[in-house]
Each structure stands twice: as structure tokens, then as C-alpha cells.
């Protein structure tokens, strides 16, 4: 006969409701993932899932996995003494302490245990056929329960899954798809170029940018909580943190160059114009300021002399003073920054409907303002015109995946942050995919904006679009300006140009920003329950961005930004993304990264299931063989050419500088890794081991809490450490429910 069975919680669930009223219900969504995947968890611990031999150390089971904490959640008198020490055990995880002592049960003891208890549960009230009355079942007193605090059990989630999808987009697509792809494709062979980019995307960019999300949102952690699954690399999370603090402290001066553009722009006429008064008899004829006889546009003057004042300073020795109109700039971006993320991802997420949805809209406009223009043919055909010879050059592959990297954001902590407030089930990879392909598309599409235009300067000024083409804050601030200075309207064009530019890159500070608050909060979860104390550490977060950068807004700052922007994303960036890449693959398994993949995804489609195929061969083969390629091209590079900014070339001690920049968060990974060996107990080979398998936490908070780290349980879930086991024959003369006793 079929047997069936019934695991009864008792009353200890209700008392402890009634005990704890304000302590939340599971969401809709989080009920209606359970009924329909209700087992997807468990599946993240299942011994089909570990790694195999070939693939490095195989995945945890539940006994190689470490406890942060060896008590347990409950306290006091719960029952009989053997089920408050099973209760203690299972809490414990029957592993062994962090600190490396043996307390790890074998599967065996594990069974033997509970054959025990089960045979002491079978003595508990159950009445049949009139059969004598057993004793009652044990009382758990509700004291011994420690449900966890209403404020730590909830992580903030996004409001819809639009505001996520748009707070990447917007973390994607900032000034690198306006203003460096275009420029990387008509110098790299024009139309051929995309060849290397997407191959680049599709083995290198989309594998990576899936593993961060699936990390962050899996993990419900930042850039180095997450490292639980593999304490051995948490130094990958303070790598990134160190590259997103120098990207944060040179970003957000872009902006201030954009908000004083933008103020500027509603003069007319436009100052950087040659109908501007100040630019009388300048057109044409000036040859000042650069040293090198070269003819100067009045849109260079403005941008050398009244925004950088770099005119004023030799170099990198010589910063000379702030530029306090700049300066007002820098502060007005910080505090708008402050504002938007007060409220975390609640108010962030909000402000991307705008934010990220208003630079499609001047794109659209300003490629169809182009495409009536004279001469927008020209630079068209000069921004696509294939040159397969290109293709065998290895500087265009290098300059496809480096395009990759710097328009996609990988390894720098902001997509893994903001994937940690996702919901567990959302399906990481369509997200993936949507993203990747948007932004690349995004790119490509911005190129005909900028070549239309700029081919019509170049025709009315009766030159090669190649001298009117240029990349960077050059094109940015000086070419693109200029071009539109010379259209009907230039001051409306001029304002909606850099009211795009602002909002490209302040959607891009987002990220980074956020990836920097999360990594602290979760550190310090305490920061989370206070609203004051979280405000004040992000007002004070900001303003040590803003005191550091106003280095980079003296006379001789677009020296220190040059090199900042050369060296932050540089090398150390690549070794970041080849040690995540290696580290989740052959440490923590990519078989079971995989499963935990799908266990999110829940009910997988048929080419869901083909497409993570695809990702697991890329992450153990092909991405990090690119990465290596990528790696040893850019140490090639670097020492065979020279940085400089201009006619300026920067000395030995500066470029010395910057390299030290890159290696310090190369160096976290090491350091970081000697730290975890050096906790561990036993020979070097048993520490290694240990340190590489997942702290029991990084299992708890997702087993038990659906994905949500915070709470070891979820208030709905607070259960007696004892169960009833009922078989069919108990259902014919059932007088006892649970919870019917007093």
C-alpha cells in the first residue's frame, strides 16, 4: 500500500505569532514561488549537483559546508533534552566551526540520528480506535524561540522588474556607447569592427555580466558578502570596491563638466560659437595655446582656457588652484547624487524612469536631425566603411573586449549590488541577455547620431571627417559642441546634447555607487535599521568623494583625471573578472553554479536549460583563455607606448603612479586569500581546502530564508525542532491535530 506522510509543525508557530504580531508575512510573490517551485532550494544542496573531479574541488555537501555561529537559534527548555540537541544540531548544520574544529557529522551518524528521533517521536499523543490516550505532545515554550528582528529579515527589493532592468541599462549605456564606440569603429576598420566586438560579447561579456547577476542575486549580497559561498575570494569583492572608488572619483567630474556646459548653453549665442563676441576674428586664424602652430576652433579655446584652465598648468606637478566655478559643479553633482540615493534603491529606481529612458528619446531625434543634414552621408560611410584587413590585427580585438568591459561595467561591484535586490526566482538570464544586447545595439545606434553630424561639419568646413573626428571628453566637449554650434536651433540642440550627456552618466554613478553603499551595509547591517545613520554615512560618503576630487578640478586636473580614467579600469580590471571567472568555476564548481542558476529560474524552458550549457563551457574555457589574451595585450601595450594627455607626456613617476593604482586591487585578492588560509586549521592543503568551501550561512541564507540573507529563518517558517510523522493508518482514527491542545 502507498504509504503517505504529513510533517505537522505544532503550536509553537501560533504562540510565537502572537507573541511577535509585527513580524511580516511572506509576500505575494514569495508564496506564489514556493507553490510553484516549492522544492527549488533544496535542489541547491543535492549531491547530483556537486562539481565533478575534472572541474577542481568538488561542490559542498551539506556537511563540508562551515557554521559562522556552532550555537544553534534556540535557547531554554524546548522539549525533551534530545530534541532541543537535535534542534542545536540542525541549526549548527552538523558542520564543523568556522575556526576550523572537527564537529562535521558523518551521513551515517546523520541517519542514525534520525532513526533516533524519530523512534522517540512515536511515543508522542496520538489517539486511535479508542487505543488508551498517549501523553500529549511536548509544549515548546515560546520563549526558547529567537525569531530574528522584524527590520533584519526583509532586504529592500525593487519596486517592479522594470526599475531593475533600467537601472542596468542606465548603468550600461552611460558616455562610453556615445562618445568612445563610435570613434573605436571607425578606427578599427569601421563595419568590420563589429565582428570582434560581438564575437568578444558573446564569450567574454555576456558569460561574465550572467555571472555577477546570478552571484549578487542568488548570494542577496553585495560585492563582498557574497564571498561566502568561497571565503577564499573575498578579496575579489575588495578589488572591486577599490576600482569603483577611483571610477566614482573621476566619474562624477564628467558630470560637473557636463552641468557647466549645460548652464552655458543657455546663452546665445552659444560661448564656444564663432557669432560668440569673445570669439571675434578668432575663427579660422588662432594658432594660441597649444604650442604647435596647429589652428585652434573656438570650441577648443572655451574648453582649454575657460573650463580646464589647463592652459595655466605644466603638468602633473603643477595642480595649481581649484576652479571654483567647476568646483560649485562638482558639489551640485555630489549633492543630487546624495539625493537620488537616499533612499537606497527605492528612490534611485524610481528617478531611472527618466533617467534612463531620456537618452533614447535625443538619440532618436538627433539621428534624424542628422540624417537632414548635408554632408551626414559622408560621415556615415566613414563611420561603417569595412576594412577586413583590420581583422588581423590584434589591437582591434583588444579594443573590442576593453569597449566591452568599460561600456558593460563587469568587475566593478555595481551589477552584482544591484542583482542582490532582485526577487530569488527572477530569471537572471532573459535579464541578461535583454541588457547585453540592448546596450551593444545602443552603441552601434549612437554612431550614426555623432557621424551624421559631425560628416556635416566636416563638409561645411570643406575637410576629411577624419580631422573633425575624435573620441573622449574631445569628443564630448569640443567636436560634438562645435558641430552643433553650426546647425538652426544650436542652443536648444546644445541643451538637449548635454542634458543627455548629464543623465548618461549620472544613471552610470548609480551603479557604482551603489555598489560601494551595499558592500558596507551588509558589513555593517546596523547602518540598515537606523534611517539617520544610513543618511549620514552616505552624506558622508559623498562628500569625501567630493573633497577628492576637487584635485581633478584644479588647472592641472585633466592631468590626474587622464591618468586616473588610463590606469582604474585598466589591468586590474581584467584580473578581477579572470579570478571571479576561475574562482566560481574550479572552487566553488560551475555544476553546482549552474543548478543554483536554474533553481532560481525555477521552471526552466527547454533553451534555458541548452543556453546555460553554452555559459558553462565559456566559463571554464573560453572566457578566461580571452581574458589571459586580453591581459598579456594590455601589459604588452603599456610598456612599449607612452601616456599623454595632448603635446603633454607624462613622466616616468606619473605612469609609476598610476600602475600602482591598478595593482592595489590585484593585490586585495592575495592578500585577502592569505587572510582566509591563515584562519584555518591543519597542513597547508587542509587550510586551502577549507578555505574555499561555503560558510554555512551563504547555505542557510538561501535554503532557508529563499534567497534572502538577513534572516536564518523567515517568520512564516519558524518551526518546533520536532516533527509528527502520521501513515495511513493513522488517518482512519485521527482524534488529534496539531495545535488543538492547550
Known sequence: MLSR?????LKCKNKVRRL???LPSASKGEARRRHRCPAAPARRFSAASSSSPTEGPPSPTPTEYRSEHPAGHYGGACGSTSEKSDAAAFDAGEM???????AAESPAAAGASAAQHSAHLNGHAITQNGHGSAAPPPQCDPSCLTPPQPALLQREQWGGKYEFLLSCMGYCVGLGNVWRFPYLCYRNGGGVFLIPYFIMLFFTGVPLFLMELSLGQYGAAGPIMVWKCCPLLKGIGIGMLCVSTLVCLYYNVIIAWTFYYLGSSFQSPLPWSCDALANAGLCGNNTAGNGSGRVLSPSEIFWNERVLGVVNSEGLHDPGPVRWPLALCLLAAWILIFLCMLKGIRSSGKVVYVTATFPYLVLIVLVIRGATLEGSLQGVAFYLTPDWERLSNAQVWNDAASQ???SLGIGVGGLLSMASYNKFDNNVIRDTLII?????STS??????IFSILGHMAWKKGVPVAEVADTGPGL???AYPEALALLPGSVFWSILFFLMLFMLGIDTLFGNMEGITTAVLDEFPQLRLNTFHKSLFLAALCFCFYLMGLLLVTD?????FTLIDSFSTSFGLIIIALFMCLGISFFYGVNQFCQDILDMICHCPPWCSKVVLYFKACWMFFTPFLLLFILTYIFIEMYNTTLHYGPYVYPRWGKALGVCMATVSCLQILIWAIVAISKETGTLKERFKKSIRPLNSWRANNASSGGRPGAQMEPERVEAPFTVTLTDMDFNTLTWEAGSQA
Open 444 to 449: 552601434f545606434f549612437a554612431g550614426f547620431a
Open 476 to 478: 564630448a566637449f569640443v
Open 404 to 406: 566591452i568591459f568599460y
Open 556 to 560: 592641472g586636473g585633466i592631468y590626474w
Open 436 to 440: 547585453t544586447i540592448g546596450n551593444c
Open 5 to 9: 506522510s504529513i510533517t505537522t509543525v
Open 20 to 22: 511577535h504580531p509585527s
Open 96 to 102: 564543523r566551526d568556522e575556526s576550523g574544529d572537527a
